[in-house]
Every structure is written in C-alpha cells, then in structure tokens.
C-alpha cells in the first residue's frame, strides 16, 4: 500500500509542477499547483506512516519527479530534453537505485542484529 501512496504522490507533485508552468499563462492554474503540493506532501506523509524510510521515500519520489516533470514539460510545452538531460536522468534513476539497495541492506542488517 505504501508504493501505491508513493505513486500518488509522484503523480500530485508533477501535476502541481506542469501546473506552475501552465499558470505562468493562465493563473487560474495556480488553484491546481496548490491542491497538487497539499495532496502530494498528504501522501507522502502516509508513505512515511507505513514504514517507509525518509530517505528512500524522499528520494524516489524527488527523483521520480524531476525525471517526469523533465519529459512531459517536453511533450506538453515543447520544452528541451537534449540527450545530456536524459543522462543526467539516467543518474538519478541510478543514485536513487543505490539508496534504495543501501537501505535494504541496512534492514537486513538491523533484523540479523536484533535476533
């Protein structure tokens, strides 16, 4: 149930972020960029409230966010996404990747401790 909050609040955040960006336009898209930050910060807490780890939680869902936001503003606004963007897309995927097996690793270990 947590991954599935976590998706949520991945999908509030970009929401409210593309929102930003169409209310440069349009402010009447600001109503959405505030409902989109309230809703993604609730989820996350709930994400946070079912065990999940601050550090795992928030990186995957800050990462998850800019690569997102990074592609739809390219297909929704016709913003740049140039091939060094992409790698450096590539890199948060993989630092992300990284802290989540370091986390596993340190329950692994906390569990092998306590018995």
Do not use: N
């Amino acid at each position: 149930m947590k991954w599935l909050f976590l998706a949520g609040a991945i999908l509030s955040e970009v929401t409210a972020a593309l929102s930003l960006q169409a209310a440069v336009e349009r402010p009447g898209w600001y109503a959405l960029v505030v409902v989109g930050y309230v809703g993604s910060f609730f989820l996350l807490i709930q994400v946070l409230r079912r065990g999940m780890a601050i550090g795992v939680a928030y990186g995957i869902w800050g990462a998850s966010g800019v690569a997102l936001t990074a592609v739809l503003a390219a297909v929704l606004f016709g913003q740049s996404l140039t091939p060094v963007m992409l790698v450096g897309i590539g890199l948060i995927a993989a630092g992300v990747l990284l802290v989540e097996i370091g986390s596993q690793r340190a329950l692994a270990a906390r569990r092998e401790g306590a018995r």
